[in-house]
């Protein structure tokens, strides 16, 4: 049976990296990979962009409300209209990755879990578990109930610690209150992942 799998880090872990090389590795392999990310994510329009400045453009977008299952398999069989790409090869899809899985709705990731499951698909889902104010993501929360299997991507907060939590920038500034979305590099918004120390150092011991 296929498997989903969440691979989850906080800012800056490297989550787009990972994945467009395991794209890299189906395909060295001559095995068909699909990409898709939300379409709330506007960081490189509709691509996956790491940054190392690697980028590639996804196959599909996934739209508020929309099933994800329906656009996968419409996409897989080359027929359908949304597609980003003129022509998709119909071979077997061995693998479906997602980028900024975190803005999914719970509903599209339990379409991942059929995907996986009913359609025999793997599906290798990545994102971040929560926001800037420490409350998850119901894209994420729902794959940590579902997920077959949870890794963590690992990287280091400013002090040296491991970093677990992301804090808002804006202007340079940390902030601590406003909407849950807000993608980074717009209207000078940006991200830094901390540890837990430096997180409640930053935000004066406020938590949510």
């Given amino acids: 049976m296929s498997k989903l799998y ?23 392999r001559e095995q068909r990979v699909l990409l898709a990310k939300p379409q709330v994510d506007t960081k490189g329009e509709s691509k996956v962009v790491s940054r190392l400045g690697h ?13 994800v299952r329906d656009l996968f398999r ?4 080359g027929d359908d209209p949304t597609a980003l790409l003129e022509h998709v ?26 995907i996986a499951v009913l359609d025999g698909v793997p599906v290798i889902a990545y994102g971040i578990r929560t926001d800037f104010l420490t409350n998850a993501f119901p894209g994420s929360a ?4 579902l997920a077959h299997s949870l890794e963590e991507l690992k990287t280091i907060c400013r002090c040296g610690r491991k970093a677990i939590f992301n804090t808002r920038k804006i202007g340079g500034e940390y ?16 991200y830094e992942s901390l540890c837990a120390n430096c997180y409640l150092e930053a935000s004066g011991g406020r938590l949510g």
Wanted: one cysteine or more; charged letters at 25%; proline letters at 2%.
């Fill in 6 to 28: 969440f691979r989850y880090g906080a800012m800056n872990s490297g989550k787009s990296t990972a994945l467009l090389q395991v794209a890299f590795n189906y395909e060295e």
């Fill in 55 to 67: 980028e590639r453009e996804v196959d599909f977008l996934i739209p508020h409300g929309a099933n």
């Fill in 74 to 77: 419409g996409v897989a069989a």
């Fill in 89 to 114: 090869d119909v071979a077997p899809v061995a693998c479906l990755l997602v980028d900024e899985a975190q803005f999914l709705e719970s509903s599209q990731v339990e379409d991942l879990l059929r």
């Fill in 142 to 145: 729902r794959l940590m109930d």
């Fill in 175 to 190: 902030v601590f209150a406003g909407d849950q979305v807000a993608i980074d590099g717009n209207q000078e918004v940006t």
